[in-house]
């Protein structure tokens, strides 16, 4: 078998179109729009192309957009300063902190102190624990939810009774991933660096998310024949002689497309959704704020 390939791209494109009738209705019909504040602390180059994407693309949905770009040597005090301004200020409807932070500030303290209702991270406890207690308000962490949508479009008839199996336990993907999965009736299994015989376990799966941060790990010969593989991983390799390093994912790519019916490429699968899926918890946050119906389909 020779995989179709998930275009995330066209995915999140044309999620990011719909959110902007959203909100031009939202604006025509409530005089208001969405507003999301994301907040850089420090210079990591691959942070502050996201950042800068999250809030071009803010814009260009008809959101507004708050930029707070701060030195690497901001204090912890200040950080939960700032977020306790964006708390408080109504044009603000979301917020997000990029991760990871300088090693001097407690990122779990800084995401506890975010309004859960702003959190469209989606990684405050209320609402990872309503997403565990199936509460269909909780704000879902945006890769994984990503994720879920391109899942979705996959399987028309639901997933119910398919086995999932997915690679990795981190609090951003991993774990809200199963989450997700669980609440389309998979039986899923969480695997990691201390799982037994992975390649076998791969082997069950009918849904294979990979989500481990090591390039290339999850083989060909891992992968089902005939099972949809979501890769995760955004990893930066540099090859010999190369002068630019190459982005490659958590799967063997080419190996696994043999296998697998469809697949997600890094770079333009994932990793496109979960910006796009940024902006649609703004929208979401920001409707339920204002107490008026959100009309995303
Ligand atoms: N507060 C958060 N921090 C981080 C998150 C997050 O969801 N919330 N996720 C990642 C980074 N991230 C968004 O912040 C992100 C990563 C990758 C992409 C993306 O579009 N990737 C492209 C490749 C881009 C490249 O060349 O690097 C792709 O896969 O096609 C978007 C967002 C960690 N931090």
Not at 281 to 294: E, I, K, L, M, S
């Amino acid at each position: 078998m020779s995989a179709s390939i998930i275009d995330g791209k066209a995915a999140a494109q044309a999620l990011r179109e719909r959110l902007a009738i959203e909100v031009s209705r939202i604006d025509a019909e409530h005089s208001w729009v969405p507003g999301l504040a994301v907040v850089l602390v420090g210079e990591d180059p691959a942070s502050q192309v996201y950042v800068r994407n999250k809030g071009k693309q803010t814009a260009e949905a008809g959101m507004r957009s708050f930029e707070h770009k701060l030195p690497a040597s901001t204090s912890e005090r200040e950080l939960l300063a700032l977020v306790e301004t964006l708390n408080q200020d109504d044009s603000v409807n979301g917020i997000l902190v990029q991760l990871p932070l300088p090693d001097h500030i407690d990122a779990q303290l800084v995401i506890e102190t975010i309004d859960p209702a702003k959190d469209v991270d989606g990684f405050h406890p209320m609402n990872t624990g309503g997403l565990s207690n199936g509460d269909p308000t909780a704000l879902v962490p945006c890769t994984p939810l990503g994720c879920l949508m391109m899942l979705r479009e996959q399987f028309p008839g639901g997933m119910a009774g398919l086995n999932a199996v997915v690679v990795g336990r981190s609090n951003i993907v991993g774990k809200p991933m199963a989450q997700l999965l669980i609440a389309e009736s998979c039986t899923v299994t969480v695997a990691h660096s201390k799982t037994r015989d992975l390649p076998a376990l791969c082997q069950t799966a009918d849904i294979l998310v990979a989500a481990v941060g090591r390039p290339e790990m999850v083989r060909g010969d891992w992968v089902k024949e005939g099972a949809v593989v979501i890769d995760v991983g955004i990893n930066r390799v540099q090859l010999e002689g190369q002068e630019k390093a190459r982005l490659v994912g958590d799967v063997a790519f080419t190996e696994a497309a043999e296998n697998a019916r469809a697949i997600t490429p890094v770079p333009g699968g994932v990793g496109p959704m979960t910006i796009a899926c940024l902006l649609r918890n703004t929208v979401v946050a920001a409707c339920r704020q204002h107490r008026v119906v959100c009309e995303l389909s």
